[in-house]
Each structure stands twice: as C-alpha cells, then as structure tokens.
C-alpha cells in the first residue's frame, strides 16, 4: 500500500492525518475586507480518493450545509482513508443576504464554474474555489435545495451518459435520479467534464434545516464513502426502489393557466394516479376553483410551498414511473403495506 498524499492547497499543505479549518479568501466587499468560505480539510492516514462535499451555492438552500457540518465536525473520521474537503457555504455573499444569487449583479454562482481569475466578479470567486478545492478531486457531492417557494424530495441530479457520475448517483442510493448533463456554468458539469465525478443532491425547500433530509442525505454520503472505500465500516445502500427520469416525455412541470391561491393536496414524494386532482387554483371568492389533474400516473417530485401563482408558475414537478416501479412504490405508500 502507498503512502497517503499531502493535500495542498495556494496557501497552505494538509498533512496525512492532519485536519484543518480554514476561512479562504475567494474575494472583497466593498470596502476592500476579504469575502472567505469556510473549509474544512480532511487528510486520512489511508490513502485514498479525494473528494468534496459542497452547500450552499445558492445562498439560500441551507440544508446542504448541516449535512457538510455533521460529517467534517460530528462523524469519526480517524480511518478515513483518503482526503475530505467540506466546503459548507460556498456562496457567502448570498448566504449573508439570505438570497439565491450572489448580490454583486445577481450572478448565479452555481453557472460560474470552472471560473477565471481575470473575469467577472462571480467567475473570480468560482476560480478560487474550482482550482483549489474542486479540481484536485476524483468525486464530490454538491447539495440542493428547491428554488425558494418550492420544495422537493431528495433526489440525485446527474449525467448517466458519464459512467463515473452514474456510479457515484447509484452509490448515493436515492429513489429518485434524474439524468441531465446540467447547463455550462454547473459544479458537476464543469466538473465531470474535468474527469471529476460529480452530481447534485436535492433536497427540501430553501430558507430551513429539514432534520428528516438532513438525515436521508447523510445516509446517501455514508454510502458513497462505502462504494470508494473511504470508510470501511460502511456499506453502499439499496433504497428499495429506483428509477431513472431520461426521457423527456417522463417528466413535466404542471403549469398554472390563471393566477390565484393553491391549495395542494399532495405532499412531496406522493404517488399520484392519472385523473387526480393534484391542487385546486381558488380565487379571492373562493367561487370558479380551478382543478389541476394529473396528466399521466406518477411522483411528484416537486411541489409548490408558497401558495400563490401567477399565470405560468409552476405547481409541480411530475414525473412518470414505469409500471413495476410504480407497484412497488404503490405499495410502499399504502398504509396498511399492502395494495388495498
Ligand atoms: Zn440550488
């Protein structure tokens, strides 16, 4: 067996069986004060892979960020083996706002990657975090919640065209997986486009810490850390059914035609059959509902929290299981555990 490698990073060098908090400068306000992320750097004794947990790209999706604590600061990692690098908030100008988007021109952090040290501010800032903390890595996980107003059940976005990004979503072992290579700009496109592999988790709605997600997601890094031999301990986890959303014919976001007030029937992660109405559209009268009914049977990945809905806002996200996937989550939400 090899030796394990001395992690270093510009500034600083992370010895085996050395760990390291560290405030890394990606920036300055406007009054020429540093903007710096928190970093936590683990090197095992073993060697091993290396790889990065990431939050909080957008500044506002937070429970990413209490899933990259808990493992840096609460999981025993004496017998890693390899190099962990927990980034919790990478998008601190918006996670001080409490916003989506970087303040400085509502720049998407999370389409700035790979980044370059002479571009705009939001491209600046992703290089300094891409070529320290992303690029020397063989695989990362970067977390998600839904767009403000919306929530959803934890699935893994990936490119399932890339064979390394497909291994890393099955080891993460969610129900859900939704196959996409994800727009330029992304973490995990820029980065399995760099050989690194990489996918995102979504999780829960923004602006909370969901401790029912929080700990799913945990359970998903135990099992990625299992499948790359990070931690022997652990093992790589079925989740009792899964499906693969490729086609586009398989997924849509229902649409609302008129504005109003949403009532939703359905929570996150239902089962909903063809024909069933999925939410009602009331005006202020409460008089000419609405009923949106479900197009075809299927998850509903997605679902509107905030209530209100101008014409074309999305209600919710649907997306069609194939009929032996669709038994066994029938029967897995059925009370009594059996198809009645
Ligand atoms: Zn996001």
Request: one cysteine or more; aromatic letters at 8%; charged letters at 25%.
């Given at each position: 067996?090899?030796?394990?490698?001395?992690?270093t990073?510009?500034?600083?060098?992370?010895?085996?069986g050395?760990?390291?908090?560290?405030?890394?400068?990606?920036?300055?306000?406007?009054?020429?004060?540093?903007?710096?992320?928190?970093?936590?750097?683990?090197n095992?004794?073993?060697?091993?892979?290396?790889?990065?947990?990431?939050?909080?790209?957008?500044?506002d999706?937070?429970?990413?960020?209490?899933?990259?604590?808990?493992?840096?600061?609460?999981?025993d990692?004496?017998?890693?083996?390899?190099?962990?690098?927990?980034?919790?908030?990478?998008?601190v100008?918006?996670?001080?706002?409490?916003?989506?988007?970087?303040?400085?021109?509502?720049?998407?952090?999370?389409?700035?990657?790979?980044?370059?040290?002479?571009?705009t501010s939001?491209?600046?800032?992703?290089?300094?975090?891409?070529?320290?903390?992303?690029?020397?890595?063989?695989?990362?996980?970067?977390?998600?919640?839904?767009?403000?107003?919306?929530?959803?059940?934890?699935?893994?976005?990936?490119?399932?065209?890339?064979?390394?990004?497909?291994?890393?979503?099955?080891?993460?072992?969610?129900?859900?997986?939704?196959?996409?290579?994800?727009?330029?700009?992304?973490l995990?496109t820029?980065?399995?486009?760099d050989?690194?592999?990489?996918?995102?988790?979504e999780?829960?709605?923004?602006?909370?810490?969901?401790?029912?997600?929080?700990?799913?997601?945990l359970?998903?890094?135990?099992?990625?850390?299992?499948?790359?031999?990070?931690?022997?301990?652990?093992?790589?986890?079925?989740?009792?059914?899964?499906t693969?959303?490729?086609?586009?014919?398989?997924?849509?976001?229902?649409?609302a035609?008129?504005?109003?007030?949403?009532?939703?029937?359905?929570?996150r992660?239902?089962?909903?059959?063809?024909?069933?109405?999925?939410?009602?559209?009331?005006?202020?009268?409460?008089?000419?509902n609405v009923a949106?009914?479900?197009?075809?049977?299927?998850?509903?990945?997605?679902?509107?929290?905030?209530?209100?809905?101008?014409?074309?806002?999305p209600?919710?996200h649907?997306?069609?299981?194939d009929?032996?996937?669709?038994?066994?989550?029938?029967?897995?939400?059925?009370?009594?555990?059996?198809?009645?």
């Amino acid at each position: 067996m090899t030796d394990a490698d001395v992690f270093t990073y510009n500034g600083g060098r992370v010895d085996p069986g050395e760990r390291q908090n560290i405030r890394f400068v990606v920036s300055e306000t406007y009054l020429g004060d540093p903007v710096r992320i928190p970093v936590t750097i683990i090197n095992g004794e073993r060697p091993g892979p290396t790889a990065f947990l990431s939050a909080a790209a957008h500044g506002d999706e937070l429970n990413g960020i209490e899933v990259v604590r808990e493992v840096a600061h609460e999981w025993d990692l004496s017998d890693l083996a390899g190099t962990l690098i927990c980034l919790p908030v990478l998008n601190v100008p918006g996670f001080l706002a409490q916003q989506r988007y970087l303040p400085v021109y509502d720049r998407d952090l999370n389409r700035s990657f790979p980044g370059s040290a002479d571009s705009t501010s939001a491209k600046r800032m992703a290089a300094r975090i891409y070529t320290n903390f992303i690029d020397p890595c063989d695989f990362g996980l970067d977390f998600h919640t839904s767009t403000r107003g919306r929530t959803n059940m934890i699935h893994a976005r990936a490119d399932m065209g890339d064979p390394d990004a497909a291994r890393l979503a099955r080891a993460y072992g969610t129900n859900v997986i939704i196959d996409s290579e994800g727009s330029s700009g992304m973490l995990r496109t820029e980065a399995v486009t760099d050989g690194i592999a990489a996918i995102t988790v979504e999780m829960g709605e923004a602006h909370r810490f969901q401790r029912a997600l929080i700990d799913e997601a945990l359970s998903g890094v135990r099992s990625t850390f299992a499948e790359y031999g990070m931690l022997e301990a652990e093992q790589v986890r079925w989740p009792g059914w899964r499906t693969v959303i490729t086609d586009e014919r398989e997924k849509t976001w229902l649409r609302a035609d008129g504005g109003g007030m949403v009532d939703m029937h359905f929570e996150r992660g239902s089962l909903v059959h063809e024909g069933d109405t999925v939410c009602t559209i009331t005006n202020p009268f409460k008089n000419d509902n609405v009923a949106i009914e479900a197009p075809f049977t299927g998850l509903l990945v997605g679902v509107l929290e905030n209530p209100v809905v101008y014409p074309g806002n999305p209600l919710c996200h649907l997306v069609e299981l194939d009929e032996r996937t669709r038994r066994v989550v029938e029967l897995d939400q059925s009370p009594s555990g059996t198809i009645g």
